[in-house]
Structures are given as C-alpha cells and as structure tokens.
C-alpha cells in the first residue's frame, strides 16, 4: 500500500512546482526590468516605503512595464534602504541608501537609459566588467548563506518565489522518507540547537518521537527577547516558508498533529508576513489534512508573545500558550516528553528549523562539511554597535571573533577603537580583544565566560562605560525576572543597587567581591537560564575589566567619559570661536550662554549631561570636552 | 464636575457598559479554552487601546477564571496596558545598541518634553510615553517608535523635531476644520 502511495507525493508537488516555476519565469525571463526593495522592519524604518512608492510612480509616469516587488533583508542594514534592479543585458545590481530623488533617477537614468548610476551602486551580484561586486567585498570571502540563502532576494509573500527557488522540495522528499531516516540524517548532519543552549537537535527530535502521548506538539520559538539581536526577525520578514518548511518537517518526524509559531508582538512585519505565509500554505495543501496526499495531517497556528523576556525559556513559553503567567517550571521532564498540556511537545528555535530543509534537500554530509568538529554548519550573526557594518551574516561556525568583527563588519567607526564585544544578550558576556581570536562555536564561547547565545553581537569601543553595560543588563534581568526564585528575584535587585552605587561614584571597593559572591549564588540557586546566566555580563566585565571598576570606585571617573554622574561637558575657553551659537542654539535645556568675553560657558547646574552639544560644535574648533571627574571643571 | 450617567438597570456607567459590549462581541469568536486568554487580551487591547477593569471581569467569566489570574497575566507581560493611551504613542527603544548610543538619554529628552514619566500619559491625552526592549532595528540607534513606525538616530533635538511636527500638523488640521 504505502509503496503504490509514493509517487503521488511527488506527482502532487511536481504540480506545484511546475505552477510556481512559470510564474517566477514570468517576471524574471520576461525581458522587462526587475526591480527589488529591500522592505524588512530595517529597510522601513530607513524609508524603503517611500521609495517604493516613488519607484512605482515614476515607472507609471515613464509607463515602463517591469516587475517591481518588495523583499526581506539581505543583510547589509548599513545600507538601507536598499534597491536590486535586474536589468536584461545587465549583471544584477544594489543600490544602497536609496532615497525617492535617486530611485526616480535609476529609473530615468537605468531603466530608461542605460547608465547604472555607478554612484549609487552598493554592489554586484555578479562578477563583471562595469561595476564592483558583492565578492569583491571582504566579507565574501567569509560569509556562507544557507539559512539567509533566500534573504532579500525573493518576495516573502509569495510562495511561489520559495517553490520555484527550491522551497518545499525538502518536504516532498521528506514525506517520502521513514522519520527514523529524517532523525538519521538530522543527526549525522551535527545540527545543534541554534536558540543558544545547543542541543543536539536529532537526538531532541529522536526523543519526542519516541515519547508517549496524543497529540504532540512542534513549537517554533521565535521569542526574540535578546535586547540587540534581530537574526529570527529577519528570517521570519525575509523568508518565513523556510521556518514552516522545517517545522512541517519536524512535525512529520515525531508525529505532531499540530505546530504553534510563537512570535514576539513586538515584530508586527513578521507577524503579518508568517500570516500571510500560512494563508498560502494551507492554499497549497502543505498544511492541512493528507499534505500533498500523503496520510500526514498538520496544522500550524501563529501566536503572538505578549514581550516577556523569560518566555523565551521553553517552560515559560509553554506556560503563556496555556494562557496562564510565563513562569518557567523544573526540568526534567523535558517538554519533548512532557510538554504543552503535559504532551509530548518539540520545540525547536527558528535557525534550527530553517537549517532542517536544507539539511534533506542538500544532504547530512553537505550539512557537516561546514563548521567545527563539535559545531556543524553556519551560524548568522548580527552586527551591532559601534561597527562600520551593521547588519546581519551568516558565517561558517569556527570564525574568529575578529574576522567577524572587522572583515565582515569592516571594524570599528570613526577610528575609536575596539574595546569589547557583546556577545549572547543579556545572558552572554563582554569579551577583550584578547579574546578576539577565539573561534565561534557553542563550546569556546562559554568557556571564555560568554556565550553564542542565539546570535546577537553589540560592539563596544573606547567611549562605552563596561560597567554601565553590566548595569544596563542586569537593570534588563532584574525587570524580566518573572520572581519565582528567590535568589534570581532579590539577588539581581542586590547587585544592580550596587552598580547603580558603582556608576554614581559612591561605590566601595568591597562591593567587587560582593557581586562575585552574590553573581555565583543567583547563578546556583536559580531554576531557568534567566537566572543561571543574569550575572554573566557582569561576571565577565569585573573579570577583564576591573581597572574601570576601580577608576570609578577610588576616583569618581569613568574612564570612557559615559556615566552620567561622573562626568561634566565643558568649553575650553580658549578654543570656542565666539561668534558661533551652534551650541547656544541646540541646547535643549538652555543651558548655555554667552559671557562678557563672548566666550559660551555652560551652567553646570542645568545641564542635563545630553551631549547635544557636543555634537553641534563644529569641528574646526571642537571646542566641548567631557570631563571627569566633574569636579575637574574650573570654577571661574 | 461633569455628570456621570449611570444606566437604571445595571448600575453601569455609558462607558462601561460600552466596554462589556465591544468585549463580548470580540469573546464571540472564541472558544471558552484557556489558551485563548493571551490572544483575548491582544484582541481587545487591539481595540481598545487598553484593558480596562469592566474588560478583564467580562473576560474572566467567559473562561471560567478567577479575575486576579486574568489580572495576574495582565501585569506580568509588557504588552498589556491598564490605561488609555495617548494620541500618539511614544516607544523609545532601549535595546542594548539603543541604550550604548544615548537611548536613555532620549528618553530623558521626552520625559522633559512631555512632562510625564515612562508609562504614562500626557494630561492631554496627546501622547503617551512608554519604552521598548529591542525592535530590532538596532542598526539606526538610537531609535524611538513614533505611532507604530520606528524612527531612526532620535537624538535630543530630533525628539523636538518630531514634537514639532505633530505641532504645526494640528495647527494645520485646526485651521482646515474652522
């Protein structure tokens, strides 16, 4: 019976290839113009909308017929907003920093003539004579796409750019497939866990299958609530039929009836785009009953977080979608065996799930080819801070900290210099540039004090304060401890009392061995990840960075001119340039004024320590210094 | 002091009468299982701007809950708001990236500007102020959500550029409506 069954799943798929397949033919061998806008939340919040629109009214002024349409993010979010045209005759090009005045150009200019606009260009896709390409950039050679693969390059809200891309191809096969096949090849393919903890994923999925219990669940966790890591938001805007490829996957495997993908409401875009995506896929009979007449039934729900960081731990997770408060319960027994309504329930993060197709469609050995011997595959980053390149990478695992850093994010603004980078969130650490060459994978990381967490990197330069940044995290955990332990609860409250005492200058110098002492008590008396890794920021900044602790201790002074307390803006006298109000003009506060000499001085007692002014001196005279201690500014 | 009409039959208010109302037609498309408290709450936030007290009573007898675990939920996600919100909302991010370029000192700069604290709402119920964990745009830091669309590079003087903004766009709409 089930071998004469085979080939209708095939058959049935074929079809929906071969549909989607000529309507990405359509537009893209047609003979007309493509023209992509890069519109992920990234891309928005530079103006990619407005872009969009001046695009579409100048191809209607000009009544050109081309394909326009909106993509996700391909990464390079220095750049947005950011425009790809396909032109027939032409490699394919970005544009980066597009505004409405130069895409009404490229369409005049480019389309209609026949000049690329070289100016603007960000990039080729393609290696060719007329423009530099993306290869050619320094992070080519160091960057992999396999979970960014489609990333700005297909429009997420049309199934059929993923079908005709290879999309679903990995489920037709898969459904073709015994799960124990699947676990098999999930498991010699390394994959491990990519929401941080790194779990083996085929031995998690291998156990769930195995347990007992009707229905079972598969839960997608995309409750990004790492202050500063947007890798899942952008899967999710840019490419969401990956994830649901992985998890209809996923759910075959184990045996789940249904999914539930669990997203942040605070990402509005990919919360419509997942909506839109599950529209199409239930159209296509990819979720549903008998998917792709195959006897395996599978419904996914969407569900949007209610932004609560602890509900990223997967017992607090299951908490809210039994609608009660996110308060994390013991493991074991682990969700895969006891889970959502006490069943049997597989939750994976999104990088994990959207690793899953390419991991049947390419191979397990194509999977392990890439990364380290404990760490297979790539892993995607994202790019924050004080970096020239912002944005979002996926790199093989086992690349340094520093080729990350500063050949793909091309280093350090403004010639400041690197002093640390944040790694993991608010359960990760700050690590030195001694650490800069530390390969990143699951197990280095935390043995250096971090951890790769699920991806997030901020980096910090001469001007960022280490313990303002331990405070700001533990200011971050202290709120979002959901209360249940009582050292995670009080303990965290404890220490932040103590570096807010630190950052005001009126800290003692025991309260170094004091917050070590109470960082190892919240991590051993705490039940979930939240409390276990809270002290981690500050663990790691006392440990490479106790100098600027003592600076503020024993003298009152940050070192890096940022803790509010410690500091004062003040004129040199003998450099302001006394006919200029640049500063009088933007104080907010009106703070400054101009004395008998016409020389500015600042009212010390008003000033609010905002910096705008500091800003607004030109910098011919750069005539505002920050000060500290405060008490260095003279008294005249 | 304004008079308060208060209904004969059920000793409510107008307004809360009102409120059970646009609750219950939303508790219509649900189903009596727990699991919908979340989306119930997100659906009725949604269109009210806030969860009232008459809200959350409807919703706890529609899923057979005691009121203070309704509550209980209510307080313990960020998402959930227990008053009106402004004319506009005012959303500063203070992600890690936001926070290490200045996020908190714009957040001071609004706090000025309004006069009102984090978590509240201007006495004019023009605006409302109120902090994000991380949108995720942390490329353009520091940012602040301005009714639902994330500005980027929101510096103090910016914060008055904005206010300006909303300023002459309702002087305009004043002048328009006489």
Same mark, same amino acid.
């Not at chain 1, 391909?74 to 130069?102: F, Q, R």
């Not at chain 1, 160091?142 to 979970?147: A, D, L, Q």
């Given at each position: 019976m089930k071998v004469a069954r085979l080939p209708s799943i095939a058959l049935a798929f074929q079809q929906i290839k071969s549909q989607a397949e000529s309507h990405w033919r359509e537009f893209q061998d047609g003979g007309k113009p493509v023209i992509m806008v890069g519109a992920a939340?990234?891309?928005?919040?530079?103006?990619?909308?407005?872009?969009?629109?001046?695009?579409?009214?100048?191809?209607?002024?000009?009544?050109?017929?081309?394909?326009?349409? !909106?993509? +996700?993010?391909?990464? /390079?979010? %220095?750049?947005?907003?950011?425009?790809?045209?396909? !032109?027939?005759? #032409? @490699?394919?090009?970005? %544009?980066? /920093?597009?505004? @409405?005045?130069?895409?009404?150009?490229?369409?005049?200019?480019?389309?209609?003539?026949?000049?690329?606009?070289?100016?603007?260009?960000? +990039?080729?896709? $393609?290696?060719?004579?007329?423009? @530099?390409?993306?290869?050619?950039?320094?992070?080519?050679? %160091? $960057?992999?796409?396999?979970?960014?693969?489609?990333?700005?390059?297909?429009? @997420? $809200?049309?199934?059929? /750019? %993923?079908?005709?891309? +290879?999309?679903?191809?990995?489920?037709?096969?898969?459904?073709?497939?015994?799960? $124990?096949?699947?676990?098999?090849?999930? =498991?010699?393919?390394?994959?491990?866990?990519?929401?941080?903890?790194?779990?083996?994923?085929?031995? =998690?999925?291998?156990?769930?299958?195995?347990?007992?219990?009707?229905?079972? #669940?598969?839960i997608c966790n995309g409750d990004e609530g790492d202050p500063g890591a947007f890798m899942d938001r952008a899967i999710l805007e840019s490419d969401p039929h990956s994830v649901l490829e992985g998890m209809i996957i996923a759910g075959y495997t184990i045996g789940a009836r249904y999914g539930y993908i669990y997203i942040r409401a605070e990402y509005p875009l990919a919360v419509r785009r997942v909506q839109v995506a599950l529209r199409q896929v239930r159209k296509q009979n990819l979720i549903g009953k008998n998917i792709l007449g195959s006897d395996f039934n599978f419904d996914i729900k969407l569900f949007q977080s209610s932004g609560a960081f602890v509900c990223g731990e997967e017992t607090a997770l299951i908490a809210s979608l039994e609608g009660k408060t996110g308060l994390p319960g013991h493991r074991p027994p682990y969700p895969a065996v006891s889970g959502l309504y006490g069943k049997p329930t597989l939750i994976n993060n999104v990088k994990t799930l959207a690793s899953v197709p390419h991991i049947i469609d390419h191979g397990a050995e194509w999977f392990a080819n890439t990364g380290t011997d404990e760490s297979k595959g790539t892993a995607v980053f994202t790019l924050a801070g004080k970096v020239v390149n912002t944005g979002l990478t996926e790199v093989p695992m086992g690349t340094t900290l520093r080729q990350v850093i500063f050949d793909v994010g091309s280093g350090i603004p403004e010639g400041k210099r690197f002093k640390a980078v944040q790694i993991g969130g608010p359960s990760g650490g700050c690590l030195p540039e001694s650490a800069l060459d530390l390969p990143i994978d699951f197990d280095s990381l935390t043995k250096a004090g971090a951890m790769m967490g699920s991806g997030g990197m901020i980096v910090l330069d001469e001007d960022d304060c280490m313990v303002e940044i331990a405070r700001y995290f533990l200011e971050f955990t202290q709120k979002e401890s959901c209360g249940k332990c009582t050292f995670c609860r009080l303990g965290t409250k404890q220490m932040l009392e103590v570096l807010d005492e630190i950052t005001r200058g009126e800290g003692k110098i025991e309260d170094l061995d004091m917050l070590n002492q109470l960082a190892e008590d919240i991590k051993s008396g705490s039940l979930c990840g939240l409390g276990k890794t809270a002290p981690n920021p500050v663990l790691t900044t006392l440990h490479f960075f106790r100098d600027e602790y003592e600076a503020h201790i024993k003298e009152g002074r940050c070192p890096a001119l940022m803790c509010r307390e410690l500091i004062a803006y003040y004129i040199l006298p003998e450099k302001c340039e006394r006919s200029c109000d640049a500063c009088v003009g933007t104080c907010t506060v009106e703070a400054i004024s101009t004395n008998k000499k016409r020389i500015k001085v600042i009212d010390q007692e008003k000033c609010v320590k905002c910096g705008t002014c500091l800003g607004a001196c030109p910098p011919q005279y750069n005539a505002v210094v920050k000060l500290s201690p405060p008490g260095q500014v003279p008294t005249s | 002091m304004t008079k308060v009409a208060f209904d004969k039959k059920t000793g409510m208010t107008k307004k809360q009468a009102r409120i059970r109302q646009e609750t219950k037609r939303i508790l219509n498309r649900f189903s009596k299982k727990g699991g919908n408290l979340i989306p119930i709450l997100q659906k009725v936030q949604g269109k009210l701007g806030y969860l009232p007290r008459e809200a959350m009573l409807e919703i706890a007898e529609f899923l057979h809950m005691p009121d203070i675990d309704v509550y209980g939920v209510v307080t313990f996600y960020n998402q959930f708001r227990l008053n009106p919100p402004g004319r506009h909302s005012i959303r500063v991010c203070l992600g890690t990236a936001c926070h290490m370029k200045g996020g908190y000192i714009t957040l001071d700069a609004w706090k000025r500007r309004l006069e009102i604290d984090r978590g509240q709402t201007s006495p004019d119920w023009e605006f409302d102020l109120d902090t994000v964990a991380c949108v995720g745009c942390c490329v353009m830091a520091p940012v602040t959500v301005v009714d639902n669309k994330p500005q980027g590079y929101v510096a103090p003087t910016k914060v008055d550029g904005i206010l300006l903004s909303f300023k002459l766009q309702k002087e305009k709409a004043g002048k328009e409506s006489q």
């Open positions: 939340t990234c891309g928005r919040a530079a103006g990619a909308s407005e872009v969009f629109r001046a695009i579409k009214g100048e191809l209607k002024k000009q009544k050109l017929d081309s394909s326009l349409f !909106k993509v +996700g993010c391909m990464g /390079h979010c %220095y750049a947005e907003p950011i425009v790809t045209v396909i !032109k027939p005759g #032409y @490699p394919p090009i970005c %544009y980066g /920093h597009v505004n @409405p005045v130069i895409a009404e150009r490229l369409i005049r200019e480019f389309i209609l003539g026949d000049d690329p606009c070289a100016d603007f260009v960000l +990039g080729a896709l $393609e290696e060719n004579d007329l423009v @530099p390409s993306f290869s050619d950039f320094p992070r080519a050679k %160091y $960057e992999k796409k396999v979970m960014l693969k489609n990333c700005g390059f297909i429009d @997420p $809200e049309q199934i059929e /750019h %993923y079908i005709a891309n +290879g999309g679903y191809a990995a489920l037709a096969k898969a459904l073709q497939m015994s799960p $124990e096949e699947i676990i098999d090849d999930v =498991k010699r393919s390394g994959l491990r866990g990519r929401g941080g903890a790194g779990f083996p994923t085929g031995q =998690k999925w291998e156990i769930c299958r195995n347990a007992q219990g009707k229905p079972k #669940y598969v | -």
